[in-house]
């Protein structure tokens, strides 16, 4: 099974930037496509951006020119910068990676990580 490892959430205030990695331990460059996600208390998951195998990005409305999704296929790793941080922004992170092609939706994966937490407060 795929191991993925989410790191890099913190503390950060509103304005302020982070960068999210995550690590696995299957080659990326096999991959479909990899996402984040994120979750906040109530919420369901929902997707904030992915990357697919030929390079497409797509990203959640409400995170569009504010973060960006990137790989380093090498390094069997990718990212989620993200700048302009706002309260809302408050989340667990996850990523996900679809191999099979079977989709690259919340509800098309069985198992998650254990998420990085994000706190964006002043």
């Known amino acids: 099974q795929v191991q993925l490892v989410e790191s890099g959430g913190s503390l950060v205030h509103p304005g302020g930037s982070l960068r999210l990695s995550c690590a696995s331990s299957r080659s990326i460059g096999s991959a479909e496509a990899m996402g984040w996600y994120r979750q906040a208390p109530t919420n369901e998951r929902e997707l904030v951006a992915v990357m697919t195998r030929g390079g497409r990005t797509f990203y959640a409305d409400s995170v569009k020119?504010?973060?960006?999704?990137?790989?380093?296929?090498?390094?069997?790793?990718?990212?989620?910068?993200?700048?302009?941080?706002?309260?809302?922004?408050?989340?667990?992170?996850?990523?996900?990676?679809?191999?099979?092609?079977?989709?690259?939706?919340?509800?098309?994966?069985?198992?998650w990580g254990q998420g990085t937490p994000v706190t964006v407060s002043s």
């Not at 069997?76 to 910068?81: I, R």
């Not at 941080?85 to 690259?104: H, I, M, Q, S």
């Open 65 to 111: 020119g504010r973060f960006t999704i990137s790989r380093d296929i090498a390094k069997n790793t990718f990212y989620l910068q993200m700048d302009s941080l706002k309260t809302e922004d408050t989340a667990v992170y996850y990523c996900n990676v679809d191999y099979r092609g079977w989709g690259y939706q919340p509800t098309d994966f069985d198992s």
